[in-house]
């Protein structure tokens, strides 16, 4: 592979990640149906435009069947004028319009029968086009669904439950810690509380010691 070859495919590959990314899928679906209406709109409009066809050749018709039932007329009333020549002319307008009134018959309907055929098409595409319209909202409910998973995904994803369970194990340890430092100090105090309570005591026995005692008696033998 040349080294043109090779730049074009990793343009290309790089062109395509980068359109993907950037293609909306509600977007896109929307812009089909706006693209899909237009197309029916312009096609309406070319259904109205052979409708009216329809209409003028419809006109034409009658103008030519009045032309034909007249110069029938005209020649019946040349035969009774005994205008042979007369006649004749009638007659000679008379069959051109009959082959011009059977042209324009034939014409009216090839033209209903386009219509009829447009007619069903429109309404085929207009179904069509309803549905896409039932489906887009679908869709649309369909992608922000997705949306929402892959939100949730990603959260889940930066998610480190291992990180998690050591860190709450930590924080457990060290309340444990605190907890037993705690216990340890009020321990220590209890202590400390029950030494001074001894200590006043033995002061107190002290106090009254045997020579004390035998001060005491002397002082009340000698009335001091």
Known sequence: MSLFERFRTIFRANANELADKMEDPAAIINQQLLDLDDKLDRAQGALVKEMAEIKLLEQKVRETED??????????????????????KALEEKNRLSAMLSDLTRQRDEQSSVVAELKGDLEKLQGLRDEFRRKQSLLSLKQERAKSKEEINSIRAEIDPDHIGREMNRMAEKIDRMDAQAAATKELADEKTKSDLDQSFRDLDHT???????????????GA
Not at 208 to 222: R, Y
């Open 67 to 88: 032309g034909v039932r007249l110069y029938q007329e005209r020649a019946e009333k040349a035969v009774k004028a005994s205008s042979d020549e007369l006649a004749r």
């Open 208 to 222: 009254n010691t045997p020579v004390e005692d035998e001060l005491a008696s002397l002082k009340k033998k000698l």
